[in-house]
């Protein structure tokens, strides 16, 4: 089984939509999805996510599902302090900076993340994402999945979403500690990273990165942020 995990186009984060090079982004991104062999296609609930979808979706003559534990995260602290209930990237970068290692499994407990609200988004979307992928027949099995449905597996799915909820997401798929995705992973606008589930049932697997955070799509011609034109 295949997921394309898909950021949102350009976004008009105030109203929550796409702006007109957003929208151009999600219709390049959706011819390009014509290759992919989609079967399903799923989205945050999120104005952005779910317009940059329903690009997709035209195209692909597919309806949407959605998941609302792929909203995007939020973050913060009661106190408003910067680095300790900022943005997850910029805390990301901050701690590299000062060399604190990035892959400890302990990241939760980090002065600069234990009280980040978005400690407790990234619960929600590693804990929705394994209920997901059990409804597909993947069990979570400490560090890996096992496929516990009697038949090999062909499908590929289209999941929209955001920055921080992929990337949570994808690092609990992989074993990656949150912050370390965040410094890893900068998605791009309709930007396209692929895992490939082992199909064989039975088996107890990791699952690989087919694809890294690829926006070709948009970069084929000049249909980057307004300022960029």
């Known amino acids: 089984?295949?997921?394309?995990?898909?950021?949102?186009g350009d976004p008009d984060y105030k109203n929550d939509c796409l702006t007109e090079i957003g929208k151009i982004q999600a219709q390049r991104m959706a011819q390009r999805l014509r290759e992919e062999g989609i079967e399903e296609i799923y989205a945050s609930p999120l104005g952005r996510a779910q317009e940059t979808a329903q690009a997709a979706a035209q195209v692909l003559d597919l309806p949407i599902q959605t998941l609302d534990f792929m909203r995007e995260v939020r973050w913060?602290?009661?106190?408003?302090?910067l680095y300790h209930g900022g943005h997850p990237w910029d805390i990301a970068d901050k701690m590299a900076q000062e060399g604190i290692d990035?892959?400890?499994?302990d990241w939760r407990e980090s002065p600069y993340f234990k009280t980040n609200f978005v400690t407790e988004c990234v619960d929600e979307v590693e804990k929705g994402i394994d209920a997901w992928l059990a409804d597909f027949g993947y069990e979570r099995r400490g560090f890996y999945y096992l496929h516990k449905r009697?038949?090999?597996?062909?499908?590929?799915?289209?999941l929209f979403s955001h920055g921080g909820s992929s990337a949570a997401a994808i690092g609990h798929i992989l074993n990656l500690p949150f912050p370390y995705v965040c410094a890893l992973f900068h998605m791009e606008f309709t930007g396209i990273t692929t895992l490939?589930?082992?199909?064989?049932a039975g088996s107890a697997?990791?699952?690989?990165?087919e694809l890294g955070n690829d926006g070709r799509h948009i970069h084929e011609g000049k249909y980057h942020r307004l300022e960029d034109m």
């Open 1 to 8: 089984m295949r997921i394309l995990f898909i950021r949102h």
């Open 76 to 81: 913060g602290n009661e106190e408003k302090n």
């Open 102 to 105: 990035l892959n400890r499994t």
């Open 150 to 158: 009697e038949e090999e597996q062909h499908r590929t799915i289209a």
């Open 196 to 200: 490939r589930f082992d199909r064989k």
């Open 205 to 209: 697997t990791l699952p690989c990165i």
